[in-house]
């Protein structure tokens, strides 16, 4: 195998590979990556079996062929050449990288795995793909995916983003058991069925390291997998198992009070107040009177502090109680310069929207008071 290319462009894929490699071990066939020249492109794979990786890059084909390279070590030397055009060749079990104008002022080798030992990628029919906006679909990603559970919750369901259609939209949900969020987006392209999925967050992350936000992406799910298209590159991952709970059950409905306060005045308010949260409970107290909202908390052994911010509230006066970290991410992922907080009781799930209510919502449990 022989072929000359751009070194940065190489770089830039290699770069995007080396986040699906399996370990940092050069003993491991997956820690590799598999380089495969034909017809002027080479075509870049990379998995840890549980993620791929495919994209491809424009490469005058000298010598067609394929091989396999420590993909950490090729990352390394690639970010410490010049941008230039190098050749690569693969003879005798090393992997040969030198400028293609023939000079002598660099010049490494790294040893590979024959191609045939790496394992088969997951493939997908056209067929399953549908496409959406890229900047649509990375915000609801951005509004969702901090919600989930942490990993070693043995509830391994709650560890991904759950994603379904509902009507002609697309709905993605995230809980930690605490908290929900919810979004059920529509989209100009059209939706096919799909089957509902429960997605790794770090799927949906490397998904938004592929693109730019602009112009869209396809999606497809079948048999225990998700795939992702972005222009030339292909990402897919194993699918999370499990029943997810009927998150529309959690919703609480027809809730009795509102209270409407400015984005800025309760992030500032919170930010302040949990200086003095229990570095345990997190807990801040939210008193509602009309017209305004106390935030406040105590501390054993510091001190404690209060906050009075302006809200748009008429009803009885209530005491709340909330963790400040569960609290805070919601309200930050709200873009709109007021929110709404609607509620039956103050020991009850309450709904954290914009106001005006766009296509989202936050389901949070508030603490209990004693």
Same mark, same amino acid.
């Given at each position: 195998m022989k072929f000359v290319c751009q070194s940065s462009n190489l770089l830039h894929e290699i770069e995007l590979a080396n986040n699906f490699s399996s370990s940092k071990n050069s003993l491991s066939i997956a820690s590799?990556?598999?380089?495969?020249?034909?017809?002027?492109?080479?075509t870049i794979k990379a998995t840890d079996q549980r993620l791929g990786f495919t994209t491809s890059i424009n490469a005058m084909t000298v010598i067609p062929g394929s091989t396999t390279v420590f993909c950490?070590?090729?990352?390394?030397?690639?970010?410490?050449?010049?941008?230039?055009?190098?050749?690569?060749?693969?003879? =005798?079990?090393?992997? &040969?990288?030198?400028?293609?104008?023939?000079?002598?002022?660099?010049?490494?080798?790294?040893?590979?795995?024959?191609?045939?030992?790496?394992?088969?990628?997951? =493939?997908?029919?056209?067929?399953?793909?549908?496409?959406?906006?890229?900047?649509?679909?990375?915000?609801?990603?951005?509004?969702?995916?901090?919600?989930?559970?942490?990993?070693?919750?043995?509830?391994?369901?709650?560890?991904?983003?759950?994603?379904?259609?509902?009507?002609?939209?697309?709905?993605?949900?995230?809980?930690?058991?605490k908290r929900m969020a919810y979004v059920c987006r529509h989209?100009?392209?059209? #939706?096919?069925?799909?089957?509902?999925?429960? #997605?790794?967050?770090?799927?949906?992350?490397?998904?938004?390291?592929?693109?730019?936000?602009?112009?869209?992406?396809?999606?497809?799910?079948? =048999?225990?997998?998700?795939?992702?298209?972005?222009?030339?590159r292909t990402v897919y991952s194993t699918l999370i198992g499990g029943n997810y709970p009927a998150y529309e059950k959690v919703i609480p409905r027809n809730l009795e009070h509102t209270c409407i306060v400015k984005k800025e005045d309760i992030e500032k308010a919170i930010s302040f107040i949990s200086?003095?949260?229990?570095?345990?409970?997190?807990?801040?107290?939210?008193?509602?009177?009309?017209?305004? &909202?106390?935030?406040?908390? =105590?501390?054993?052994?510091?001190?404690?502090?209060?906050?009075?911010?302006?809200?748009?509230?008429?009803d009885e006066s209530v005491r709340m109680s909330f963790n400040s970290q569960l609290l805070i991410t919601p309200i930050k992922k709200i873009d709109s310069e007021y929110i709404s907080i609607r509620f039956l009781r103050p020991s009850s799930a309450m709904i954290f929207t914009a106001e005006p209510e766009k296509d989202y919502l936050y389901v949070l449990m508030p603490m209990q008071l004693s």
């Amino acid at each position: 195998m022989k072929f000359v290319c751009q070194s940065s462009n190489l770089l830039h894929e290699i770069e995007l590979a080396n986040n699906f490699s399996s370990s940092k071990n050069s003993l491991s066939i997956a820690s590799n990556v598999l380089l495969e020249t034909a017809n002027d492109k080479l075509t870049i794979k990379a998995t840890d079996q549980r993620l791929g990786f495919t994209t491809s890059i424009n490469a005058m084909t000298v010598i067609p062929g394929s091989t396999t390279v420590f993909c950490e070590k090729l990352t390394q030397l690639l970010k410490n050449i010049p941008d230039t055009e190098i050749e690569i060749d693969d003879s =005798e079990g090393s992997l &040969m990288i030198r400028p293609a104008d023939g000079s002598d002022s660099f010049q490494a080798s790294i040893k590979t795995i024959e191609a045939s030992k790496y394992p088969q990628l997951q =493939e997908l029919e056209d067929s399953f793909y549908f496409s959406i906006t890229q900047r649509d679909f990375f915000d609801m990603i951005d509004k969702t995916s901090f919600a989930v559970s942490s990993e070693d919750d043995t509830r391994h369901f709650l560890t991904g983003v759950y994603m379904e259609k509902k009507g002609d939209d697309l709905v993605l949900v995230a809980t930690d058991g605490k908290r929900m969020a919810y979004v059920c987006r529509h989209f100009e392209q059209e #939706i096919p069925d799909f089957p509902s999925a429960i #997605i790794p967050v770090r799927f949906l992350n490397l998904v938004k390291t592929m693109g730019t936000g602009e112009g869209l992406l396809s999606l497809g799910v079948k =048999e225990g997998y998700i795939f992702s298209r972005i222009g030339n590159r292909t990402v897919y991952s194993t699918l999370i198992g499990g029943n997810y709970p009927a998150y529309e059950k959690v919703i609480p409905r027809n809730l009795e009070h509102t209270c409407i306060v400015k984005k800025e005045d309760i992030e500032k308010a919170i930010s302040f107040i949990s200086i003095f949260v229990e570095s345990k409970s997190k807990r801040l107290f939210a008193d509602l009177e009309e017209n305004k &909202m106390k935030l406040s908390a =105590e501390n054993t052994e510091f001190g404690e502090s209060q906050q009075i911010i302006n809200a748009s509230y008429s009803d009885e006066s209530v005491r709340m109680s909330f963790n400040s970290q569960l609290l805070i991410t919601p309200i930050k992922k709200i873009d709109s310069e007021y929110i709404s907080i609607r509620f039956l009781r103050p020991s009850s799930a309450m709904i954290f929207t914009a106001e005006p209510e766009k296509d989202y919502l936050y389901v949070l449990m508030p603490m209990q008071l004693s």
